[in-house]
């Protein structure tokens, strides 16, 4: 049975002056799903986000979202003015006066020692992980993640999606996130939508990387680097989803 679903966009297009940047997109996004937005650069995959918030207006076509939607919204990126006295705590403290919610929220994501750090001062990746408990600390239903790990090293790249998979089980709230991180994010969520500018294919992410129109905007080369969708279980997946073999170990 599917599960509800909290918001749902009807065959949106959105123009800018005469630039058509959108084209007839339609999703819907489920109660703890995890969702992502990928293609290539000026897809329009922050402009649907937008949308999709209420930020901006589509042209034509309609969005609909639960009625008092908790959205919690972690940026692409956050300049940092290095003379802004600011602390990494007092950054939280914007969101939420209550210092022992920062604590714990802090703690969840594995920033509680940087608390009395300066902002300016701290890493890419800690910085988005800051950004994620500044979101976390709506209570959302829904995380929105612009290129959440921007600025983060391939090691940390990995960490920080699991990070996000085990605060949406945590949390129960839904995902929906944009990356340019194939490799990494395909075996991070339920859910691929392929945008640019229309919807070129959605599903699963086994089924997406088959997909023609997948293959025609990221190459074949990457296709066969997920030739066989793998994750943290001993076994693989068909296009269809099907187990097709087990790996026993010893």
Not at 147 to 175: F, K
Not at 186 to 201: E, F, I, P, Y
């Amino acid at each position: 049975m599917s599960r509800p679903f909290l918001l749902e966009a009807r065959e949106i297009s959105f123009r800018a002056g005469e630039q058509l940047i959108l084209d007839r997109v339609s999703l819907r996004l489920h109660e703890e799903e995890i969702l992502t937005l990928i293609g290539p650069n000026g897809a329009g995959k922050t402009t649907l986000l937008k949308l999709l918030i209420g930020l901006a207006t589509p042209s034509s076509g309609s969005v609909w979202r639960r009625e008092a939607l908790r959205v919690g919204y972690m940026p692409q990126k956050l300049h940092v003015d290095a003379a802004l006295p600011l602390s990494a705590g007092r950054f939280l403290q914007i969101a939420e006066r209550d210092m022992s919610r920062v604590r714990e929220v802090a703690a969840e994501v594995g920033v509680e020692r940087l608390l009395k750090t300066p902002l300016a001062g701290v890493s890419g990746g800690e910085l988005q992980r800051l950004l994620l408990a500044r979101a976390l600390l709506r209570s959302p239903e829904l995380l929105l993640l612009d290129e959440p790990v921007q600025g983060v090293d391939v090691a940390g790249q990995a960490e920080l999606y699991a990070l996000i998979r085990e605060v949406r089980s945590r949390h129960r709230c839904a995902v929906l996130m944009i990356s340019h991180d194939l490799h990494v994010v395909m075996a991070s969520t339920d859910t691929v939508l392929c945008l640019n500018r229309h919807v070129c294919c959605a599903g699963r992410p086994e089924v997406v990387s088959h997909d023609p129109a997948y293959l025609q905007l990221f190459g074949r080369h990457a296709a066969e680097q997920m030739a066989v969708y793998t994750h943290h279980h001993d076994h693989a997946h068909d296009l269809q989803g099907n187990v097709i073999g087990e790996h026993r170990h010893g």
